[in-house]
């Protein structure tokens, strides 16, 4: 599984093209995309997590540092844990030879004994063999309910940063890099129709600009709010 570079489990988001630091909008989080950065270039911390809210960027940030280490030729891997935790905690054999190792939602694997103990054993042997570690989850080490104690230190071991929610400014520019991305042209009124009449939570907002997208290419039409209603209104049932 870990021959190449950058081999990712079969997921249901979307391509890994799309995450690259060049398309995260930082706002007020430029220390922590800075440190991770530095990471997935082969300097900085030799481990760090990260942690927020759904939409706040986590899943972007560790795919964009996969992305940026095997273009230089580091060998990485990403472990979204929603996606392993049914299975075996054997995956994370060997791991401790890759040059960088990123695990997605760490906290949905507190609580189960096997993939604790697994953890705690991974963040041992990879800063044994002076490589790097990278965290995401919904929750600081602080709030999570671990059952093996020291597993709670370890993952405070490198810095621990909170991401915080984007400005409206930001996720604006957020949804117009995105809709750049996918080849369309989001005007600052139709962005701002957008973050106000829907839930403002970026995935979602991103999930009906996909949806958006696909309508635009389908119809052959431009992303106005006319449009905007038309599909997503007029469609909601």
């Keep these: ?42 300097g900085g911390e030799s481990q760090l997590l990260i942690w927020a809210g759904r939409g706040n960027g986590k899943s972007h940030l560790l795919q964009a540092a996969c992305n940026l280490a095997s273009q230089s030729q580091r060998t990485v891997c990403y472990l979204p844990a929603r996606e392993i935790i049914g299975g075996t905690a054997q995956i994370f054999e060997g ?37 790097r570690i990278l965290f ?16 709670r230190s370890r993952l405070s071991w490198g810095p621990v940063f909170h991401l915080n929610e984007l400005k409206d400014e930001d996720k604006i520019k957020a949804m117009q890099k995105r809709a750049e991305q996918s080849g369309l042209e989001m005007t600052d009124n139709v962005a701002n129709y957008l973050l106000t009449h829907y839930p403002r ?16 290419m389908a119809m052959q ?8 209603k038309f599909v997503l209104e007029s469609h909601a049932g």
């Excluded at 599984?1 to 630091?21: G, K, N």
């Excluded at 939570?201 to 635009?216: I, W």
């Design 136 to 151: 995401a989850s919904d929750k600081s080490p602080d709030s999570c309910v671990i059952n093996l104690a020291d597993l």
């Design 201 to 216: 939570d970026l995935f979602d907002l991103f999930e009906r600009l996909d949806h958006l997208d696909k309508a635009s």
């Design 221 to 228: 039409r431009r992303l106005t709010i006319p449009f905007i």
């Design 1 to 42: 599984m870990m021959q190449q570079p950058y081999q990712q489990l079969p997921l249901t988001f979307e391509p890994r093209e799309r995450y690259t630091f060049n398309a995260f909008i930082a706002g007020q989080n430029q220390l922590a995309v800075d440190l991770v950065r530095q990471m997935a270039s082969g």
């Design 95 to 131: 791991l401790e030879q890759l040059d960088m190792v990123c695990i997605d939602d760490i906290d949905v694997m507190m609580q189960s004994s096997k993939w604790e103990e697994a953890l705690f054993d991974l963040i041992n042997r990879v800063r044994e063999n002076g490589k």
